[in-house]
Nanobody
């Protein structure tokens, strides 16, 4: 499956952004999905994950209550709604796909999008 992330940009602290990940090549409903991010000088970290049908989700502690992952299999898209953004959320955000029911380990994700930059100004 090919993935294309979009929706990043520059936003002030406290603001919101919605990232979108479009899938092509295979039906997205075959995959659980995840959003990762990588800030300058830091390792890539899992932000959120969602099962193939949306019944199960996972969030990193740092984003719980602020970010929401969702999916629309009919549109072959996965979303990451980000609210109450802080400068610490500044990173390149990647969407990823796995054939596991749901995954939190980076090695489990076999397909990756190209990343979209999110910059939060203070």
């Amino acid at each position: 499956v090919q993935l294309q992330a979009s929706g990043g940009g520059l936003v002030q602290a406290g603001g919101s952004l919605t990232l979108s990940c479009a899938a092509s090549g295979r039906t997205i409903s075959s995959y659980a999905m995840g959003w990762y991010r990588q800030a300058p000088g830091k390792e890539r970290e899992l932000v959120a994950a969602i099962s193939w049908n949306g019944d199960s989700t996972y969030y990193a502690d740092s984003v719980k209550g602020r970010f929401t992952i969702s999916r629309d299999n009919s549109k072959h898209r996965v979303y990451l709604q980000m609210n109450s953004l802080t400068p610490e959320d500044t990173a390149v955000y990647y969407c990823a796909a796995t054939l596991r029911a749901i995954a939190t380990m980076e090695a489990d994700f076999g397909s990756w999008g190209q990343g979209t930059q999110v910059t939060v100004s203070s």
